[in-house]
């Protein structure tokens, strides 16, 4: 009972009290919550308990955190896992609903520093599994859904490209489950928050690594197609899919086989196939060896 005591009371201790609104880690935070964008400073906001403990497990670096003033038993469960020189900032209910975009907030919020990374890095990643390249892709569940399937099934990592939801969307944040604080990604920042998929490719080509599309109709079949060696598989806009001057960059096109009823599948559920069963040829390679 006595440790409990002095935790809590060590978390209210590290909390500032902030009412008003224009304090310039509450504007960075409703900045880049709205924006769904990078701070000028680099970092990305997120919120919910549970994310903020996969942003702690990944091993990110905070620049602050924000409590409910209704939600303090919170900071007695976090604080002892954040560094002492981050900022925790303690916030009256209505001010801090009116910073993040939930409907139902958990009362904790935070400004947390991604992880970068070059194509270069991806690249040489191809060799234990295959690259993913996003065009259009719109839908932040869809995105959400393969950051989460990329990062179980071995992904060398995601390019996202021109019109593609931005990483920092707060439902991407929520719908990938805290993969993508450790998936390995290019994209743009702040504005420009695409990568040019045109350069992306032309670097993939020079690295020998072979470029596959995925398309709802006609193609080779996924249990015919070779995806044991260094690929990126690219996937477009959930309606009219891949642009056609990417399409006619790519060496090989790759239908997943279903029912003719279903007109095509959703871009989630289509890209984490295609990465299971490139697991799945590359786990079978391993076990022959």
Known sequence: MKKS??????????LRRIEGRHNPLIKQLR?????AELTEGGDCAIEGLRILEEA??????????????SAQERAERLLPQIGAQVETLLLPDKLFDSLVPSESPQGVAALVRLKTFSIDDLIERTQVGPMIGLAGLQDPGNLGTILRSAEAF???GIAL????VSVHNSKVVRASAGSVFRLPMIHGHGKVAAAKLKDVVGKLRSQGVRLLATSSHKGTPLDQADLKSAAAIF??????????DLMAEMDEVVVI????QVESLN???????????????????????
């Open 5 to 14: 005591t002095e935790a809590a009371s060590s978390a209210h201790q590290r």
């Open 235 to 244: 996937f477009g806009n959930e309606g009219s899919g891949l642009p056609r």
């Open 31 to 35: 900045l880049a919550f709205s924006r």
């Open 56 to 69: 702690i497990r990944s091993g990110l670096r905070f620049s602050a955190v924000f409590f409910r003033e």
């Open 161 to 164: 490209g021109e019109g593609t």
């Open 267 to 289: 871009a989630g559920v289509a890209a984490s196939i295609v990465l299971y069963e490139a697991a799945r040829q590359r786990k079978l390679l391993a076990s022959s060896r």
């Open 154 to 156: 071995g992904c060398a």
């Open 257 to 260: 086989p279903h029912s003719e």
